[in-house]
């Protein structure tokens, strides 16, 4: 999905670096939650860290929404997105 977004949005100059650069904060993140899931769980048996990932989602998502609905993605460059 990301790379069709990336085809859509970005040049295919800049869509290396930006694969790039996402790639490293993907794996931060997952490197920094395991910590705070676990530290949420000690302090409470309620699955806080389920509803945390859920909202981050959701904000997310409306984000992503909100950024790119006056984009046709394909329309740019002449892809069949499917």
């Known amino acids: 999905m990301f790379r069709r977004v990336t085809h859509a949005v970005v040049s295919r100059e800049n869509a290396q670096r930006l ?6 904060q993907r794996s931060l993140a997952s490197a920094v939650s395991p910590p705070f899931a676990g530290y949420m769980l000690s302090v ?6 389920l509803v945390r990932a859920g909202v981050l989602k959701l904000t ?3 984000l992503l929404l909100a950024l790119f ?5 394909g329309r740019n460059r002449g892809l069949a997105i499917s």
């Open 60 to 62: 997310y998502d409306v």
């Open 69 to 73: 609905k006056n984009i046709a993605a």
């Open 44 to 49: 409470s048996t309620f699955g806080w860290p």
């Open 19 to 24: 694969r790039g650069m996402t790639t490293v």
